[in-house]
């Protein structure tokens, strides 16, 4: 026994406030009913679904999921320099980030413009 008396153990407990925990669940339960409607939709209209998703821009899609990735890089860098007391490392990381979530902006309307000069609007079946 350690000199200070019996060693005190500890329930191993999760991080963060219970709250979180809540968020997350309705944002998964959120998130399984959208992707449940579009597989309905889509199982009730296949031919539809692939001739709009031919008409998509892949390579848009693709560099947006990119940048959204790096963004989130940025801001765990961001958050690391923070712990470290680092804030110059701080404040470049996250102007990173905000780069990229620009970078993200422009591209994203970039694609709505292509989409508006077909003709397709939020009234359309896309």
């Known amino acids: ?8 153990t500890h329930a191993p407990r ?11 669940l309705a944002e998964l339960l959120a998130f399984g009913v959208f992707f ?14 692939a001739a709009e998703q031919a008409a998509l821009n ?11 990735l790096t963004a989130s890089y940025f801001v765990v ?5 923070a712990e470290a007391q ?4 701080c404040a470049n990381w996250l102007g990173g980030a905000i780069l990229t979530g620009f970078g993200f902006i422009v591209v ?12 397709i609007s939020l009234s359309s079946s896309t």
């Open 86 to 89: 680092a804030s110059r490392q």
């Open 58 to 68: 892949r390579n848009a899609g693709a560099l947006n999921t990119v940048l959204l």
């Open 108 to 119: 994203k309307l970039s694609e709505y413009a292509a989409a508006f000069e077909h003709n």
């Open 36 to 49: 449940a409607a579009y597989a309905f939709a889509r199982a009730k209209n296949i031919e539809l679904f």
């Open 77 to 81: 860098r961001a958050v690391q320099a």
């Open 14 to 24: 999760l991080a963060g406030d219970l709250a979180i925990w809540f968020f997350i």
């Open 1 to 8: 026994m350690p000199a200070g008396g019996p060693a005190q």
